[in-house]
Structure formats: structure tokens, C-alpha cells
């Protein structure tokens, strides 16, 4: 079984047409609304089939565990087939909801919405951490399985079905990051590894040189990199919270009998590094900064190309710090994220400071001193703000960057978070100058967030038009006869020792359908050497803009691009 759940304002919904015969019979016509409700997608699967009263229980449970930490008193159960491709007989499905239905309705007021309807709904999430979770539920039991080595007829079916692309472009925007990305060979989404990006050459050089400025950024700014394991045990996920808390999203494996999880988080293993030496205060503030490689379990039906990932890469930073210093290294942050994204042509939409929420941890002093830091900041960096109150973790407060693209869409990405829990459950300390030992204030940070979401956000800002310094292709050499070869491949040369990315297209076809090839892989510059460029050893340069340069010197063209990408200019 798979759920999906939405904590919402409200939901909306209306039975339109049946899916298929046997659809239930009796229902309710017109809209139904339902409001502060907890929503439950629900998809029951062929396996589920077997032991259906022990994953109703189960399902049951689930709903009561989450609805408890989201204190919601209306459920709606939401049959919802898109979160599977292995569905249950429809009687079956139907039945378990019914039955589900019953027993919440002990404790619950709970709506049912049709089974087996194409249905209109239209739905409020409150968009606070926990408004939207996905689970995979299941049960042991069911027939066994033997798995026998596949025929060759079977491995040519096999080799068939994996190599089908995910990419439904039908329903798609031109300027989709999936198409874009398909277009101009940058990433594939393959069914063998749901959520996971196939990166190809061309993909891969956006995003190691996002890494590199990354990195150059963070060098410049004091912060030390580390790198922690992918497998770490489940003791240390004990300690961190994340085994009891998030156990349905994580990836649990064995490592010599013993459970461990493929890291869903950098945080914990952070915090070891943190402790294999003793710190004081001389050693604050120490900035800690990982490019960690995290995996997420989630529904196939939420996933979203490079939007919702089940892998992804987090840029994660730690900030240990005296409370004295706390106030100047948010600030420092805050120019980090804000000369980051000003070199991406984005801009702050707004900024939120979340605050402390009902349920936490620490004194009301403590919050007291975090939220004021935070929000004396912002003030002081003459920042527009607005407080979400009650919206902060219940390990501490935190300010949430929301960013707005060139199609009015906003994107929350960077977030600056105050962390009171993790220091205490790992027993960080530093010694202070009076020699006793003290607790660190730890500050949690990204600023790309999930790398990957940040280039589809990216692509999409720009419509793939790339600046000069960001595109895998920067130029493009275009001859016109095969005369005009041995001086192009002269200028190739000269343009790839200055660090250009250049390839020469010196195919037999028009000039005109070479040109419209390079402007639909959408590089920077095109160059075009012909009979008078080989004479006067220049070359004819047209923009992407289309506006036409001839009798250029290559050394001045090369120039030009060295300088344009030392600037970083969006072009």
C-alpha cells in the first residue's frame, strides 16, 4: 500500500464520470467540501491483497499516528490509483477503505470519497513540514517467491522494459526543465531508478561547475568541506532523531545483521566529525560545509523530474558558534545566499521567520534569545520580512528564502536554521576561556538546497539559455567548405586552450541549417569562418541575441569570453 498525505486547509472534490463498471454505486452528488482535514491518497496494491485485515490495521494506525502530530480531527480517505502501477482487484480496495472508514470513525469525522469515479478536486496544503508525507506500508506474509535466472527471451523482454524513458512529454510546457533537459542532452529519467537522474555529459558540467562556484564561494568564506559516509547504523540514526521519526522515508539496509540506513540527512554524520577532537573556544566559530549525496523515500506519483527526487545532492553547512558570535555569522550567511542568487539574475519574493511551534524542545528563554537573533538581523540587513508563527521546528526557529523566477513562480530554497536539539542529543561542547565546558550554538544552512532542484528551477528562470560561464557548449564553430577546416581547427584549439567549451561542426550542409542547429542547442556564441575569415585570419561572431560581429581577431574574441566569464554575466 502507498498513502500520501496532505494536512490542508481544505479539500474539494466531485465525482464526475465512472472509471470502470463496477464503480461504487450510491454517492453522493455535487461538490463535497471539507476543511482543516487531514487527506489521505491511497493507493492498495496487488500484494496487499493477501493480508488485507493486517494492512488495514496497519493503514489504520498510520493515519492515527500522523494525524495526531498534525492534530487533525477530520480525515478523507482519497482513493487515489496514480500512487501505483501494481493496483489491487477494485472490490478488494474498496472494501479495505470501507473497513478503514469504520474504525476511524471511533475517534474521527471522516469522509470517504468515491471509489472508482474520475474525480475534480481542488485542495488547500498548509505547507508546514509535516503537511505532506508519503508511506509505503506492507505486511510479511503472501505466496514466496523463487527467483530463477532469466531465459535469454526473458532478458531481451527484461532489456526491453528498462530501457523505456519515464519522460511523458504530452503534457509538458515547452520550457519544462524535463524537455529542455531531453533537447539539448543534459539528463534521462529512466523506470530502473525512480526519482534518480541520469546525468550526461553535458548535465554534468552544469553541475559540477555549480559545485565549483559553490566551492570557491564557501573557500572564500572560511568554511572547512567534509564528506561522511552513505551507510551509517541505525544507533546513530537512534541518537539523531531520524530512526524513529522518519523510519517510513528512509532506506533501511543490513550491514553483518545490522540495521542501517542509506543517509537521508548530512546532520549526524556532521556531528561525529564534530566530536573526534576536543574544541574551544579558540576554535569558534568553525564553519563546516558537505556536498552529501541523500536518499528519500517517495511515492512514484509525487515525483517531479528534477523538482522531487528520491536522490539527491544537499548543500548542507554546520555552524558551531558562541552565542556571542551567532548574530554575525546569520549575517554572513545572509550575504552568502544573497550575492549567490544575484549572480543567477533571482530575486527574493519574500523571506519568512518561522517561530517556535507548540510542541518543542528547550526553555522559552531559549527561544526567546534565537527567535530575537534571527529577527534582530534581518532588521538590521534592512530585510522585508514576514513571521510565520508557530511554523518553526520544534528543535528552533528559522528564516526561509523564497526566491521568484522569470515566470512569477516562487521557490523556497535556502534556509537558515537554529538547531538546539542536535547539539544536546549528541553531547557537543567546547571549552570556553574560563575553562569550563560549554554547549555550541549550532547553525544549520543551505543555500542551493537539493542541487539538482536548483538546476531545474534554473533551466526553466532562463529557458535554458545558459550564461557563458554556466553553458556545456559555449561556442559553436561553423565552416562553410571544407577549405575553411584547417583554420577552423586552429581556432578550436586556441579557444580550448583559454578554457572555452567549443566544438566545431565541419559537416557537409548548409550554412543555414548548421546555424538553426547550434541556436536550438542554445550556445552562446556561433562562430562562422568562411573564404574571408581563413585570408584575414579572423572570424564572423553572431550572439545568441542574433546580433552579427564580423572581422573579429581571435585573440580579442577570446578575450572577450575569458572576461565574460570571469564576470559571471547573464547574457
Known sequence: MRILTIHADFIEFEAKKKAFPGAEQGIKEGKQRVEECLVVFTAVEKNDEANLDEITKKYVQEIKNIAQQVNAKNIVLYPYAHLSSDLAAPQKAEQLLKDAEKILHEKYKVTRAPFGWYKAFDISCKGHPLSELSRVLSVEGGKKVTENEATSEELGSLLKHISRSR??????????????????????FNETAPGMVFWHNKGLIIKNLLIEYWRNVHRKNGYQEIATPQIMDKKLWQVSGHWDKYKENNFVTKYEGRDALIKPMNCPGGMLVYKTSPKSYKDLP?????????HRQELSGVLAGLFRLVQFTQDDAHIFCTEEQMEEEISRIID????????????????????????????????????????????????????????GAFYGPKIDFHLQDSLGRTW???????????????????????????????????????????????????????????????VKVLTITDDNIPFAEEVVQQLAEAGMRVELDDRV????????????????????????EVE?????????AGETTFDVPVDEFIKKLVEEVITKTIS
Not at 368 to 382: G, I, M, P, R, T
Not at 443 to 455: D, P
Not at 517 to 523: F, H, I, N, R, S
Request: proline residues 3%; contains cysteine.
Open 167 to 188: 519522460l511523458d512529454t504530452s503534457k509538458l510546457q515547452a520550457n519544462d526543465h524535463r524537455i529542455l533537459g531531453q533537447r539539448l542532452d543534459l539528463w534521462s
Open 286 to 294: 568553525l564553519r563546516v560545509a558537505e556536498l552529501g549525496i541523500v
Open 336 to 391: 552568502i545566499i544573497t550575492n549567490m542568487f544575484a549572480t543567477f539574475a533571482l530575486t527574493f519574493d519574500h523571506i519568512e521567520l518561522s517561530t517556535r511551534p507548540e510542541k518543542r524542545i528547550g526553555s522559552d528563554e531559549m527561544w526567546d534569545k534565537a527567535e530575537q537573533s534571527l529577527e534582530k538581523v534581518l532588521k538590521a540587513k534592512k530585510m522585508q520580512y514576514k513571521i510565520n508563527p508557530g511554523d
Open 412 to 474: 523556497q530554497c535556502s534556509t537558515i536554521q537554529l538547531d538546539m536539539a542536535l547539539p544536546e542529543r549528541f553531547d557537543l561542547t567546547y571549552v570556553d576561556k574560563d575553562g569550563k565546558e560549554k554547549r555550541p550554538i549550532m547553525l544549520h544552512r543551505v543555500v542551493y538546497g537539493a542541487i539538482e532542484r536548483f538546476i531545474g528551477i534554473m533551466v526553466e528562470h532562463l529557458n535554458g539559455n545558459l550564461p557563458l560561464w554556466l553553458n556545456p557548449v559555449q
Open 509 to 532: 550542409e548548409s550554412l543555414g541549417k548548421k546555424v538553426r542547429e547550434a541556436q536550438l542547442q542554445k550556445v552562446n556564441y556561433i562562430v562562422t569562418i568562411g573564404e574571408k
Open 536 to 544: 584575414k585570419k579572423t572570424v564572423a561572431m553572431r550572439t545568441r
